[in-house]
């Protein structure tokens, strides 16, 4: 009785949350950005209960809102892409389906859902954005939203974890609460990559308003950006600077080398200066050079690599299915169980 109820309600909440998210777009951005700036504290943001043996949470319910209210808009995608397009989607999300359910029947519902659900929530919210109507007026007011409540947001939060627990490297781990280990970055990986967007958001919006309060902004997201060190992000933020200097409009290139030519001569100061931030420096020279998690993730991947073959040719070419894991040997006696890479 009592799991008839809870489904009863969960169905209802579900209708609620499909059409809140087709009528009120912006209640998305809330709920993102919400989930952005609590990753580092609250990894499992929203924890509902368990269902099957898995952990079910707010963001597993809007993730599937999103994907239904983009089913009952796929007219949409079919309009707005080419053929091939839509197949290949078609195709990705066909495979993923069927990866989940191999994994369900193979693994169990809680662990094949659980290594599923980050893809759930890539997937359901790329699949209602291409659904939706974008009037410009609505693509302006997204792209500010996101600059000020997810961008600001991320780095008070960095600037909170500075002042509680000190400017932790790659090598630092502080303890939350409880069992939850934390790095000792301000940022974890996913914030720093959203902030790096956030920055390419308020540069979209300097170019567009010539407004000084967005390459301001611009410049503290970077500053934090740099200060997480995390050294995959640090990356791809040098790629995108590279793609925008290349490709980007020319007004905007002229812009941007002085920009970085500012940012340029601010770091070689304070690199140069013979005082506390001596040690500052120091630690972000020892996290660009630190090689362990590159050195680990390239052991990971040969021994994955192995196991793959040996599983046969369909894991080979498709994959294993979810909640197989990515358990493997690393050494003599050594098991580890975390990810091979940033899933980015």
Sequence with gaps: MTTLLFLVVAIIFMVLAIGLVRMQPRVVYWVASLYAVTAWEYPNF????????????????????????????????????????????????????????????????????????????????????????????????????????????????????????????????????GELSQTGRPLVSGQALLLTLCAVLALRLWQRNAQSRWVW?????????????????????????????????????????????????????????QSSTSSIVAEFAGSASNTGTYSARLTSWIGLIVQSVGEGVLTVLFGAPFGHGFGRFEGVGRWVVFASHNWY
């Design 46 to 177: 929203g924890t509902i209960g368990t269902f099957g043996g898995t952990t079910i949470t707010l963001g597993d319910g809007l993730a599937v809102s999103l994907i239904v209210a983009g089913l009952l808009d796929a007219r949409a995608v079919v309009r707005r892409f080419p053929p091939v397009a839509v197949i290949a989607g078609a195709v990705l999300v066909a495979l993923l389906a069927i990866s989940l359910v191999q994994g369900i029947a193979t693994f169990g519902l809680g662990v094949a859902v659980n290594e599923a659900r980050g893809f759930l929530y890539v997937l359901g919210i790329l699949f209602w954005a291409v659904t939706r109507p974008w009037p410009q007026s609505e693509v302006v007011y997204a792209e500010k939203f996101l600059v000020i409540v997810q961008g600001v947001g991320l780095c008070v939060v960095g600037l909170y974890h500075v002042a509680r627990y000190g400017l932790g490297g790659t090598a630092d781990f502080v303890l939350v609460s």
């Design 217 to 273: 902004l611009f410049g503290l997201f970077m500053v934090f950006v740099i200060v997480s060190q995390q050294r995959t992000v640090w990356l791809t933020a040098l790629a995108v600077a590279l793609v925008l200097l290349v490709r980007g409009p020319r007004a905007l290139r002229q812009k941007l080398v002085l920009l970085f030519g500012v940012l340029l001569v601010g770091g070689v100061l304070v690199s140069a200066a």
